[in-house]
């Protein structure tokens, strides 16, 4: 009995491998990618309050991705601390959900080629915006759970109140529970920009936490996958589509004005900090 459990053991631990190796083809079988994206960080991952449909950046790239590789696309809305969880655990394909590359995650999963570069900064009410990252140490900062924000704050000796996600930093801030909150760049413009309808309007400092790579989230040992993941982003980049989808969300035309500078690039020609 004892040798027939162990055989099964191992039989049922070389499936366990094998369904590992084969994720590219079990997408391509089933025809779907189901992708990982935020639920409440627009203009990346959030419910769009008119149609409650998952609407964003990442949302129109997961579709993007999932066309070049010749499937369906199947979005699911997560909480930002729940992103590498979600793969991990094998619940998603993808996350392509405004995930930051860190040495600590490196660990964990794989990434795709960086699609943008971005840099963690502080906002706070506007009667703060001439300080320096220094002048907050001694104060606390609100950041999501689990996130590069609640990293970068803590590598430069700030304090933190982590929270549910970005929005709840955000009120934490409006409501005089911390002295600011800290998160990428462009979801930073968002807020700054929904603050002035207030009575308390925020600013974003000068002086970046971090600069970060953002790349898709893969699970670990799966080349085939993760190679053409990066086939679709180079893809993507040739034709114009990754700059479409930029200048929807966030391009010159909207409020947060930005143009899209970087390519898609591979990680090893990025400098990473290496303490995020």
Known sequence: MRTLFIGLSAAASLASMSVQADQLADIQSRKSLTCAVQSSTPPFGFIDPQTRNPSGHDVDLCRAIAEKIGVKAIIKPVATEARVAE???GKVDLAVANLAYT???AKQIQFSHAYYITSEVIVT????KHLTIADF???????????????AAKSNSISTIAFHDTASSYLSVMQNKAAGFVTSNITAKYYVHKS?????????????????????????????????????????EDEGTLTSIWNHWVGPTTYYGLERKDKVTPLEDIA???DI
């Not at 009410?125 to 703060?128: D, L």
């Not at 140490?137 to 990293?151: D, F, N, V, W």
Request: charged letters at 30%.
């Open 125 to 128: 009410p506007e009667e703060r």
């Open 87 to 89: 793969l991990i655990s």
């Open 196 to 236: 002035q309808d207030s009575d308390k309007k925020l600013a974003i400092i000068k002086q970046p936490l971090a600069i970060e790579p953002i790349g898709v989230g893969i699970r670990k040992d799966q080349p085939q996958l993760t190679d053409e993941v990066n086939k679709a982003l180079i893809a993507l």
């Open 137 to 151: 140490r001694g104060l606390k900062l609100a950041t999501p759970k689990g996130s590069t924000s609640e990293s």
């Open 103 to 105: 040495s600590v995650r």
């Open 272 to 274: 990473i900090n290496p």
